[in-house]
């Protein structure tokens, strides 16, 4: 069926965000238009799919912990009705647990620390010794001087579960994905009433969602007190191939500290091993650097000396979409009929079912969820 001449919902953004809130709204019974010129090939496609509300804690983000913590909840069953929904397309959801390890001494009172943090909030994490550690992942170098066990946090797959949001919004009737850049925000009385593409082309909307990462805000024609406020944070990220005789190389997801640097490599089901990521307030660069790439295998050598011997299949740079608070915008903006889903930071594909939900909850009844209240982008303009 073709979409509508006006669809309800117009979202800008194709990342997982924008293409999860799509499908969630459409079931809703909303008509939802995608735009997006290349959907599904930023920092979704990038990142390493870590599921990992426990392992990932940060002081000062406690609020963010109750969102994040909803979202892993609810993974098992989005994955399971997005299984069906597009035809029998494995998302990837892979309950694989995560150790967090430390390299030296001062790496290990980090991790202490960050023990006591979680234990405080009555997260569960198990303490191991170093030996406990290796144990569970004999590739673990002999110098690793234990570790946290989160047998809570989980892996997805992100291009599996991209590959999965496509199919299903392939086969919504109410869900249309155009393949074309939004140039322009059309206001009309007061609210946002649709966009112009590039090529001049208008699709008028009941309502609009900023769903498109870092690049969230430069859409022309939004009114300043409705600009969210996000900026790229560069993340540069490898992929590394297991050949069969080193399976399984890793089973759980590895974080580590290493000399206060932080690295995760992330084992897939089909032989992958991602490593990453930097962290990099350099603006809208994602150029892959040798220094980049040598700190990350520097870090991940260190952990799991093995990783040597891997043909190294994949260099990449995408950015993240940082807030001042590190936490996402999730509901309307100042503008009436513009919503941003956007900000999420290192917890974008995590926040993805949470997101979804929320935003689909609030387009179809105009009413936000308890839990995304804290999230609203009204927060930065106070
Ligand atoms: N959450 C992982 C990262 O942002 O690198």
């Not at 997006?36 to 920092?43: I, K, R």
């Not at 943090?117 to 030996?131: D, I, T, V, Y």
């Not at 919504?172 to 074309?180: D, S």
């Not at 430069?218 to 009114?223: A, D, K, M, V």
């Amino acid at each position: 069926m073709p979409a509508p001449a006006r669809p309800d919902v117009l979202i800008i953004g194709g990342g997982l965000i924008g293409l999860a809130t799509a499908w969630r709204t459409a079931r809703r019974g909303l008509s939802v238009t995608l735009c997006d010129p290349e959907p599904g090939a930023n920092a979704s496609f990038a990142a390493a799919g870590m599921l990992t509300p426990v392992t990932e804690l940060h002081y000062g983000e406690e609020l963010l912990l109750g969102l994040n913590l909803d979202s892993a909840r609810r993974y098992p069953d989005f994955v399971a009705e997005l299984r069906e929904a597009s035809g029998g397309a494995d998302p990837g959801y892979r309950e694989s647990g995560t150790l967090a390890v430390a390299f030296d001494a001062d790496d290990r009172a980090v991790l202490a620390d960050l023990h006591e943090f979680q234990r405080s909030l009555g997260l569960r994490a198990e303490w191991l010794s170093g030996g406990e550690a290796r144990r569970l992942e004999p590739m673990l170098a002999p110098s690793v001087r234990g570790g946290l066990l989160v047998e809570g946090d989980h892996q997805v797959d992100n291009r599996m579960l991209l590959a999965a949001l496509f199919a299903a919004l392939e086969r919504e009737p109410r869900a249309e994905l155009v393949r074309a850049r939004a140039a322009e925000l059309t206001v009309a009385g007061g609210r946002a009433v649709g966009v112009v593409l590039e090529d001049g082309t208008a699709i008028a909307a009941g309502q609009v969602v900023l769903a498109a990462g870092c690049w969230s805000g430069q859409l022309r024609g939004i009114p300043p007190e409705a600009l969210p406020p996000v900026r790229p944070v560069k993340g540069q990220i490898l992929r590394l191939a297991v050949p069969e005789v080193y399976k399984p190389f890793l089973t759980h997801t590895v974080r580590g500290v290493v000399r206060s640097n932080h690295a995760y490599l992330v084992p897939r089901a089909h032989g992958e091993l991602v490593l990453g990521a930097t962290t990099e307030e350099q603006d809208y660069d994602t150029s892959v650097t040798a220094g980049g790439v040598y700190e990350l295998l520097r870090d991940a050598r260190a952990l799991v000396p093995g990783i040597t011997e891997l043909p190294l299949l994949e260099t990449r740079a995408a950015l993240r979409p940082g807030s001042p608070d590190n936490a996402p915008l999730i509901g309307p903006t100042a503008l009436p009929g513009l919503l941003a889903a956007t900000g999420h930071y290192r917890h974008g594909v995590l926040l993805t079912p949470a997101t979804a939900e929320a935003m689909a909850e609030i387009l179809a009844t105009g009413s936000v969820p308890d839990l995304a209240e804290p999230f609203s982008p009204l927060r930065f303009g106070k």
